[in-house]
């Protein structure tokens, strides 16, 4: 039987359960959410999305061949093109200045993962760079598309609401597709000592974005 990403999700349901039905999630969902949490969420995900540019940048220089050079460029131009105007726009509604996010400072959860997912980059290769992205980038689709489709979520005037329906889109989920086809293609062949070592990083990368979330909740 063929090694999967979601194998790495069986390997590790109670780290992975634990982070796509966090509170944070769940108050979401609710509309319970308190807003200065969420908006301290904002702050500290602009920030995240910097540096989640930077791994784009590694991508490209770990890259093996033009098709993975191509598609880290892509990455890496999409958020620094498009993705950082509309954060920058949404962090707006909320009432939050461009200025206040460039002097904002990371909280230790951003600077944790972050640099977890850089340092997982820098010493190992492309692989272990996309395992480290994997829980932000595939969780986060798991999330909205479970969140949209629970009759408990409430729809009707949800302050959240669009973002939920941001990354429960067709945009975003066609995204976390091809991810995982990226994902399964790497890890099919690898032999049991890898896989054990990509399956430990992809636990850790988890457990770290479900601090993030713990991070909006204690605004720390």
């Known amino acids: ?45 602009y920030l995240f999305l910097i540096q989640f540019a930077r791994a784009w940048g590694l991508a490209v220089y770990k890259s093996r061949d033009l098709d993975e050079i191509r598609q880290g460029l892509e990455s890496l131009k999409a958020i620094v093109e498009v993705e950082m105007g509309l954060h920058i726009a949404y962090c707006r509604q909320w009432g939050i200045a461009p200025e206040t996010l460039d002097a904002m400072p990371e909280s230790r959860a951003t600077l944790a993962y972050t640099r977890f997912v850089l340092d997982a980059g820098m010493r190992g290769d492309l692989l272990d760079l996309h395992v480290a992205l994997a829980p932000c980038i595939v969780g986060y689709g798991e999330i909205a598309r479970r969140i949209a489709a629970d009759r408990t979520t409430r729809t ?31 890890l099919a062949p690898l032999d049991p000592s890898r896989f054990s070592a990509i399956s430990s990083l992809f636990r850790d990368a988890t457990r770290l ?12």
Request: charged share 20%.
């Open 1 to 45: 039987m063929a090694q999967t990403f979601a194998q790495l999700i069986r390997d590790h349901q109670a780290e992975w359960r634990a982070y796509t039905e966090h509170a944070f999630v769940h108050q979401l969902a609710t509309a319970a959410l308190p807003p200065a949490c969420f908006r301290h969420y904002l702050e500290q995900d």
């Open 209 to 220: 974005e479900a601090d993030f979330w713990q991070m909006g909740l204690d605004l720390a």
């Open 156 to 186: 009707d005037g949800n302050p959240y609401g669009d973002w939920i329906a941001m990354y429960a889109g067709a945009d975003y989920q066609a995204l976390v597709a091809a991810e995982i086809a990226w994902l399964d293609a790497r």
